[in-house]
């Protein structure tokens, strides 16, 4: 019984803990979002802002590869 | 206790719709995932026929204004 | 060039057939949705209805498992 | 010309500000796979916990309503 509520009190722990982090994480997708609405408010297009983001995210290199078989694919289908 | 029991006949009814229903579209999410693994055996490369499919779903003004502003966006960041 | 425009039109090909599968996929899960909206006019709870799916996906004795499992950490956790 | 450099300044601001944002959520993110990973080594079952988490966002007044009526679908489904 006396090993039952230690493992209780450790999975409160545990449990607890996650929640603390889930709260820290929801402020910031919170913050990010304030950060989009401010950039729309001042004219900025914030589908075109994440898309950015994404570019950003890949290497050069990557990135031009990718950019240079989609412009292959559009032509073949001619989608322009 | 009839009454219950037509409800709960009426419920198993909705349910197994849905299921057959959920097991067609399974089937079907089967199929796309094999049209891009023979696609991909035929040297094709998938990430970029998603970026495809997903740019002939818009209309043709949407899509110039869209790659125009990623366009002046990338540019302004030197994104290229 | 020949070979240039024979990759285009199985690319077109791969592309229509995808398009066509994404098109019936989008049909069955508007059925789905219609079902649900058909069951909730009769008085039935969707999201419990989206759990009964979920449970009768599982095979009884994991089930079991999971429900017994459950009921062991909510209890430790004094969740009723 | 000069508002030009101003307009791609802005939009950089803005996009370091989600990126500086992004990174600290992955970290989070992170973190809070960490604790899952450490409560398994722990003994404790992750899928389990999550539904803990899950059912200790609700109010007990929702939470005691969604059991009732998920036991009574349930019971009309005979599915224990």
């Given at each position: 019984?006396?090993?039952?509520?230690?493992?209780?009190?450790?999975?409160?722990?545990?449990?607890?803990?996650?929640?603390?982090?889930?709260?820290?994480?929801?402020?910031?997708?919170?913050?990010?979002?304030?950060?989009?609405?401010?950039?729309?408010?001042?004219?900025?297009?914030?589908?075109?802002?994440?898309?950015?983001?994404?570019?950003?995210?890949?290497?050069?290199?990557?990135?031009?590869?990718?950019?240079?078989?989609?412009?292959?694919?559009r032509t073949?289908?001619g989608l322009h």
């Amino acid at each position: 019984m006396a090993e039952e509520s230690v493992a209780a009190e450790q999975l409160r722990l545990f449990i607890e803990r996650i929640e603390r982090l889930e709260e820290e994480k929801k402020g910031i997708s919170d913050d990010i979002k304030d950060v989009y609405a401010e950039a729309k408010s001042n004219g900025y297009d914030v589908k075109t802002m994440r898309k950015i983001v994404a570019l950003r995210r890949q290497e050069a290199h990557a990135r031009q590869e990718a950019d240079a078989l989609l412009e292959t694919y559009r032509t073949a289908l001619g989608l322009h």
